[in-house]
């Protein structure tokens, strides 16, 4: 099964250094949601990922996770990229204004433009919202729906749009 897809489109984590080493204990595919867990013991400067608990009451935090799509398997290709289980990735924070572009199976919900995407407790992906009228510290709006990434893949752009 093809895993998602990102394109870092305009994100200022690359200007500004803003991004994080993440290691999972799980395989964990780009273009998911998470939170800083503890500093690992293990790898310096590198954090447990976390799956956000309260991501509904605002109070935590949302990283993109965007690890870089390194295939050393010549029998693979992109659509199969997933951070493998204990390797060391990278989350970047998020700023108002950063755009990127990633498969629509990233999203739990049927897409819109227009529409909202935030963060959802106890999960990894994002959920359509009509508004940002409750407590989430992050929200993106979908700028373009009808986008293709990779081998003729659905895919939206989004904008930040509360971070």
Known sequence: MAKTLIRLDKVQAYEVGNIVNVIHNAELENGRFINLGTENTSVARAYDVAVPATATLGTEEVLL??????????????DDFALATG???RALHLTVGDEFTMTQDAVDGVIAEGKFLIPQNGSVKLVIADDLT???????????KDVTLG?????????????
Not at 65 to 78: F, G, L, M, R, V
Not at 151 to 163: C, D, E, F, S
Request: glycine residues 12%; aromatic residues 2%.
């Open 151 to 163: 081998v003729g893949r659905t895919a939206i752009t989004v904008r930040v749009v509360k971070a």
């Open 87 to 89: 390797s060391v990735g």
């Open 134 to 144: 409750g407590g989430t510290r992050l929200g993106l709006k979908i700028i373009d």
């Open 65 to 78: 996770h965007a690890s870089a799509e390194a295939q050393y398997d010549p029998t693979k290709s992109i």
